[in-house]
């Protein structure tokens, strides 16, 4: 597997699969910062926002891909086929994924295809959603009395199908996010239920966390399809599941992305 290192002078050619992070751009690291500002060529998807493009110099060539539900700027192949071209002219490329390249960022697939080309790769973490989501909501994702595990899944397979382990998600003391998830909540919903867990169970929807716009929506896992229906709910969403919500708390003195949560939601939930 060939990776990339900072010192590589024997070509420079080399693309950076970045994380930017989930929206708040104080959340983007020093790191990413820095290879953003070095970089020659940008390539970014819809979830990096305009705060953090602000990073990158007016020098760069700035390259947009992002996807959406039904809206493919360029098919994953094509992403693919893009940065090893790029890397091949010599570039320097920063590959800028919001949340983590890893966790349903498809950097797995971008960084196959780039080892298979012989072109030196380097990864930067990011904050995922999830983990922005708790901290702008101030709920744990893992709690000794409510939630001994943490599970992250994707509600929209490659085939566009929502086929997942539904008895391993319905598991007690155990706290599920779900990414991409709107389109199949009433599935999720339903699949759930039927696996054993119980309806009641506290769940939310959360709305572009750490952004200024977030939202957390209240429910539970019968009434997730009427939330996203009555509240309009749309991508990009994160579903969350589990008794951990319970201890969701308003953003009243706390500091930094906490400090725009919405008030009262403990007591909205569960």
Not at 39 to 63: H, M, S, T
Not at 72 to 100: M, N, S
Not at 135 to 142: D, K
Not at 212 to 239: C, G, M, N, R, Y
Request: net charge negative; charged share 20%.
């Amino acid at each position: 597997m060939k990776r990339m290192n900072d010192d590589s002078s024997t070509n420079p050619g080399r693309v950076d699969l970045v994380g930017a992070g989930p929206g708040d751009p104080d959340l983007v690291t020093l790191k990413a910062a820095r290879l953003i500002q070095s970089a020659e060529v940008v390539v970014y998807d819809n979830l990096v926002g305009d705060a953090i493009l602000d990073l990158i110099p007016p020098k760069v060539e700035r390259i947009y891909v992002g996807k959406s539900a039904g809206n493919h700027t360029l098919p994953q192949e094509e992403i693919c086929a893009l940065l090893v071209e790029k890397a091949k002219e010599g570039k320097r490329v920063v590959r800028l994924k919001g949340g983590d390249p890893f966790v349903f960022g498809r950097g797995g697939e971008e960084i196959d295809v780039l080892i298979d080309a012989g072109i030196p790769v380097g990864i930067v973490p990011g904050v995922t959603a999830a983990l922005g989501a708790a901290a702008s909501f101030g709920f744990p994702l893992t709690h000794r009395d409510y939630a001994q595990s943490c599970v992250f899944v994707t509600g929209h397979l490659k085939d566009d199908s929502v086929d997942l382990n539904w008895p391993m998600l319905a598991q007690a003391r155990q706290t599920v996010v779900i990414y991409m998830g709107i389109i199949g909540v009433e599935i999720v919903s339903a699949r759930l239920q039927e696996a054993g867990l119980p309806g009641d169970t506290p769940a939310a929807l959360v709305y572009r966390a750490t952004c200024p716009d977030e939202k957390l929506f209240p429910a539970t896992v019968a009434t997730l399809p009427k939330v996203v229906q009555e509240e309009a709910v749309k991508s990009p969403t994160l579903i969350v599941i589990g008794q951990v919500l319970k201890l969701a708390v308003s953003g009243d003195g706390r500091q930094e992305t906490g400090d725009r949560a919405a008030s009262g939601i403990r007591n909205q939930i569960g």
